[in-house]
């Protein structure tokens, strides 16, 4: 902890992290600042003005960005016959029925999302309780449950993110690698942003977004000027 402590101060140097930036220049900031060994991922934070324990508060949704999320996807889907050959063309991961529910009581996992068939539901709703806490049940309002299944596969290998405010109503989401150019990072941070605007439960009054960061993965936050993100 005292190595990455040390590191965090390092590249902190120079940087004012008290400013607000406009979401340009604190995405360039971010990228500049990802050193890691590896190709960090560019994170955006929103911290809105929300309680989402209640119902009319809540914001969850899903956004495609525009340049992906340079993240491979693997997909599972619950299926039978055409639809389930529907799944496999379109590049789905892992595909089935009962069997995939075995699997996944069995404790293997192997998807990042999870797409059911209207049908597959009875058979899904058995593993809520395991899927649920994941954020993997399939969800009609995410277009996970959906008989357009090459077009939902499709969607998620393409970069489609899905988001959900959490207890202290933040929601954040990976928008990219720091390898990407930073007028793509631009583009898909401004996407999920739309995508959050666009999501504005009818219960939330005042100010609606109150604060904006992004970072890499190991790298600080940098403050973003909210008014810059309608600019």
Do not use: W
Request: proline share 4%.
């Amino acid at each position: 902890m005292a190595k990455q402590g040390k590191r965090l101060r390092k590249i902190a140097e120079g940087l004012d992290l008290e400013k607000n930036l406009p979401l340009a220049e604190a995405i360039a900031t971010a990228k500049s600042s990802a050193n890691a060994k590896f190709d960090e991922t560019i994170e955006i934070s929103m911290n809105l003005g929300i309680d989402p324990r209640h119902a009319d508060q809540m914001v969850r949704g899903v956004v495609g960005l525009p340049n992906g999320t340079g993240k491979t996807v693997r997909v599972g889907v619950f299926a039978r016959g055409p639809k389930a050959d529907e799944a496999r063309a379109a590049g789905a991961d892992v595909v089935g029925a009962e069997d995939l529910l075995e699997a996944v009581q069995g404790g293997t996992i192997d998807f990042d999302r999870c797409i059911a068939t209207p049908d597959m539901m009875g058979i899904v709703g058995r593993l809520g309780k395991i899927l649920g806490p994941r954020g993997l049940m399939p969800n009609p309002k995410l277009g996970t449950v959906t008989m357009d299944v090459r077009g939902a596969v499709t969607a998620a290998k393409a970069g489609q993110v899905e988001f959900r405010a959490e207890k202290a109503g933040i929601v954040h989401a990976g928008i990219g690698k720091a390898s990407f150019e930073a007028d793509k990072l631009l583009e898909n941070a401004r996407a999920f942003v739309d995508a959050i605007q666009r999501a504005r439960p009818t219960g939330a009054k005042g100010t609606y977004v109150k604060k904006v960061a992004v970072s890499s993965s190991m790298g600080p936050g940098i403050k973003v000027d909210v008014a810059s993100l309608t600019a």
